[in-house]
Nanobody, 120 residues
Framework: VQLQASGGGLVQAGESLRLSCAASGSITSINYMGWYRQAPGTQRELVAGISNLDDINYADSVKGRFTISRDNAKNTVYLHMNSLKPEDTGVYYC???????????????WGQGTQVTVSS
């Protein structure tokens, strides 16, 4: 199983970006997909997550600005980031809880990070 993230970049404060993360490989089901970020010197934190039942949660710092969505047919999760702030800068990682085979427990998988830099 692989998670391929894309869409990061350098933007100015107030601008928007869209991140994408596609899961591929031997997948029976994806129970949960989320976006996390890590700024230098800080721990990785959850930004937004969405379950296979479309239960969604956001970090307080991004509510009203970021929107997470998923395309189940493409095994892809998106993060639409609007009104970006310098404090949104960091490496963004996607993670997913994936069932590979029905006979084994679901496992957590990480994609490679994508850098988001917001200048003031």
């Amino acid at each position: 199983v692989q998670l391929q993230a894309s869409g990061g970049g350098l933007v100015q404060a107030g601008e928007s970006l869209r991140l994408s993360c596609a899961a591929s490989g031997s997948i029976t089901s994806i129970n949960y997909m989320g976006w996390y970020r890590q700024a230098p010197g800080t721990q990785r934190e959850l930004v937004a997550g969405i379950s296979n039942l479309d239960d969604i949660n956001y970090a307080d710092s991004v509510k009203g600005r970021f929107t997470i969505s998923r395309d189940n047919a493409k095994n892809t999760v998106y993060l639409h980031m609007n009104s970006l702030k310098p404090e949104d800068t960091g490496v963004y990682y996607c993670g997913a809880i994936i069932t590979i085979t029905p006979t084994k427990p679901a496992t957590y998988h990480w994609g490679q990070g994508t850098q988001v830099t917001v200048s003031s």
